[in-house]
């Protein structure tokens, strides 16, 4: 998982120097000395083109990669994806290393440790692994109070929302994303 944050970090560096691409010859473009450094650059630019080509295609990639696993999980569990999603932006804005200020609650959804199952800490920075609980958790929640009393559950805990604790901002959070994902 590591890897894929260091990876991501790459494209996003190469992303930079390839926008200021375009800055770089027209200032060399534009001054006699350097008129010369273009017959250089040409194959340069070339590899700059390639480049740009595979960190977009890249990074469209990572960026829609959760919404396929979202997707699976929805239609296995019986729930709609987007509020999974609307979920997951509102626990952790789809950091999947993110870890709650107590310390407890890891993961893209936020899951703490009775929510795992047989799977170890280190499995639930997997995103699919991270997903998956969460959607299972989120969906029985859903299906047994509905979604307004299931979603503030999923951030309360079931038997804390029973004792009274409410978390509207919570569910006002998601439910923005919500819209937002229409």
């Known amino acids: 998982m590591r ?8 494209f996003i560096a190469l992303g930079y120097f390839v926008s200021k691409r375009e800055n770089l010859i027209e200032y060399v473009e534009s001054d ?3 008129s010369g450094v ?3 650059l040409s194959p340069i630019t070339s590899v700059f083109d390639r480049v740009e ?9 990572i960026v829609c990669s959760f919404d396929d696993i979202y997707q699976k ?5 019986g729930i709609d994806w987007k509020l999974i999603k609307a979920v997951v932006l509102q626990e952790s804005n789809e950091n999947s290393e993110a870890v709650g200020d107590n310390g407890k609650a890891i993961g893209l959804m936020q899951l703490w440790s009775y929510h795992w199952g047989a799977h170890t800490r280190d499995e639930m920075f997997d995103p699919e692994t991270n997903i998956e609980a969460g959607t299972k958790f989120l969906s029985y929640l859903v299906k047994k109070w509905g979604v307004s009393v299931g979603v503030q ?12 604790v409410r978390a509207t901002n919570y569910l006002n959070g998601v ?8």
């Open 3 to 10: 890897k894929w944050l260091i990876y991501t970090g790459i």
């Open 73 to 77: 999980y929805a239609s296995y569990f």
């Open 32 to 34: 006699e000395i350097f």
């Open 153 to 164: 559950m999923f951030n309360t805990g079931e038997q804390g929302y029973l004792n009274g």
């Open 53 to 61: 080509n595979i960190v977009v295609g890249t990074v469209e990639k």
């Open 175 to 182: 439910l923005e994303n919500l819209t937002g994902l229409a």
């Open 38 to 40: 273009l017959e250089v």
